[in-house]
């Protein structure tokens, strides 16, 4: 699978130093399971990290934290199942949030061939799934702050390019465009917003302000 966007480095840099909010953590590593060259920077963020700890004189540990530790090994977890086959479309990475297969989530329709799940807020900023088929489009808008978009199946277009499965779009109050699920497979992204939506119009503005973008 070839990646076209992928997220900037300070995405990349947040999320490996454990500093990004929980639904841009979330979409950085379901990118992660698309994207080989993404994957090797955070391995080598994180390797620079370690070198750097290295560095710090260490701390001594109580003398009964290891033997503590090595007592639990063989616990079990209160009502832990075994590993099952992995089946279903959803990347491992959102089964938590969705469950294994995107045709059972809790879609909520929002406009002809639109719908949407949301996922977390924490704060200001929201996970969500949205839904469009074949030339379904999301109405014209911009933003108040920063939208990341992660496709997940199929693929959309808009006045700034093409995306498809793995592709990151991040996009900022000055652009204006309007997002058109192309002809193929149903297009399904996860979406990470920090402040509302700006729609270019009333009717869209109205149903955009009463699901929450």
Not at 79 to 88: D, E, F, T
């Given at each position: 699978m070839t990646i076209m966007h992928h997220p900037g480095d300070e995405l990349l840099l947040g999320y490996a130093l454990g500093s990004s909010s929980e639904p841009v953590a979330l979409l950085i590593a379901t990118h992660l399971s698309f994207c080989a060259i993404c994957r090797a920077a955070v391995r080598d963020i994180e390797a620079a990290g370690g070198a750097m700890l290295s560095d710090?004189?260490?701390?001594?540990?109580?003398?009964?934290?290891?033997?503590?530790?090595?007592?639990?090994?063989?616990?079990?977890?209160?009502?832990?199942?075994?590993?099952?086959?992995?089946?279903?479309?959803?990347?491992?990475?959102?089964?938590?949030?969705?469950?294994?297969?995107?045709?059972?989530?809790?879609?909520?329709?929002?406009?002809?061939?639109?719908?949407?799940?949301?996922?977390?807020?924490?704060?200001?900023?929201?996970?969500r799934l949205i839904r469009a088929k074949p030339g379904a489009a999301v109405s014209t808008h911009s933003h108040r702050g920063e939208e990341l978009t992660l496709v997940l199946t199929g693929s959309y277009r808009d006045e700034t390019g093409v995306y498809r499965p793995g592709d990151v779009q991040s996009t900022t109050p000055e652009i204006m465009h309007r997002p058109v699920a192309e002809a193929g497979p149903v297009c399904i992204n996860l979406a990470v917003t920090d402040a509302p939506l700006v729609f270019e119009n009333l009717l869209p503005s109205l149903i955009g302000r009463f699901f929450g973008f």
């Open positions: 710090f004189e260490p701390t001594a540990m109580n003398a009964r934290a290891l033997q503590s530790v090595l007592s639990r090994l063989d616990d079990k977890v209160p009502g832990a199942a075994q590993p099952a086959a992995v089946s279903g479309d959803v990347p491992m990475v959102l089964r938590a949030y969705v469950g294994d297969e995107f045709a059972k989530a809790r879609w909520i329709a929002v406009a002809p061939g639109l719908a949407h799940m949301p996922l977390l807020t924490r704060g200001s900023t929201r996970a």
